[in-house]
T-cell receptor, first 113, second 115 residues
Framework: GEDVEQSLFLSVREGDSSVINCTYT??????LYWYKQEPGAGLQLLTY?????DMKQDQRLTVLLNKKDKHLSLRIADTQTGDSAIYFC?????????????FGKGTTLSVSS | EAGVTQFPSHSVIEKGQTVTLRCDPI?????LYWYRRVMGKEIKFLLH????????ESGMPNNRFLAERTGGTYSTLKVQPAELEDSGVYFC?????????????FGPGTRLTVL
């Protein structure tokens, strides 16, 4: 079955880079996603990458995809205290007539000043 | 544009009681999804509506859960009778109907506690 794995915690200092890693199992996934959840808020789509891409950069965010190893990473440059949140990796899986998201357990990023 | 809204934000009930969660998707979004996150675990897909039709309910845990979307607008998720293991955060998401990439917009979730 589908499974998405990611580390549970990451702690960095303000100004450092953060790298959150994720592995997934469904090789047919067309899109892979990173969602962010701040305390008391819903899930916010941070970025996504199409499965035929290796890398996507969006301001401070860099997504790397290794399709052979089914490994996805999110790098946040110059991490700020406002980046403290839970980050979820997700793959889009086509089931029947729709696309469901398969999530990992989330990585809690803690940024200290 | 209003985002996805969910009501209530929190619900505390006793085992055996009934609870109904509501989700209002973004206007014009035909796709509506329910997900659940049990404490410390991953967010799991429950079901998917396209307009008023259930397209996929393979993630529904058991027949104590009933989801409806009458008229293709808002959706309700009823748990009857609630059990302790039903505690968690229930998220709703909606998206437009596009042939390729379609972003799912999430609501803030309803935190359900069953005592």
């Amino acid at each position: 079955g589908e499974d998405v794995e990611q580390s549970l915690f990451l702690s960095v200092r303000e100004g450092d880079s953060s790298v959150i890693n994720c592995t997934y199992t469904d090789s047919s996934s067309t899109y892979l996603y990173w969602y962010k959840q701040e305390p008391g808020a819903g899930l916010q789509l941070l970025t996504y990458i199409f499965s035929n891409m290796d890398m996507k950069q969006d301001q401070r965010l860099t997504v790397l995809l290794n399709k052979k190893d089914k490994h996805l990473s999110l790098r946040i440059a110059d991490t700020q205290t406002g980046d403290s949140a839970i980050y979820f990796c997700a793959e889009g899986v086509k089931w029947q007539a729709g696309t469901a998201l398969i999530f990992g357990k989330g990585t809690t990023l803690s940024v200290s000043s | 544009e209003a985002g996805v809204t969910q009501f209530p934000s929190h619900s505390v009930i006793e085992k055996g009681q009934t609870v109904t969660l509501r989700c209002d998707p973004i206007s014009g979004h035909d796709n509506l999804y329910w997900y659940r996150r049990v404490m410390g675990k991953e967010i799991k897909f429950l079901l998917h509506f396209v307009k008023e039709s259930k397209q996929d309910e393979s993630g529904m845990p058991n027949n104590r859960f009933l989801a409806e979307r009458t008229g293709g607008t808002y959706s309700t998720l009823k748990v009857q009778p609630a059990e302790l293991e039903d505690s968690g955060v229930y998220f709703c998401a909606s998206s437009q109907d596009r042939p390729t990439y379609n972003e799912q917009f999430f609501g803030p979730g309803t935190r359900l506690t069953v005592l």
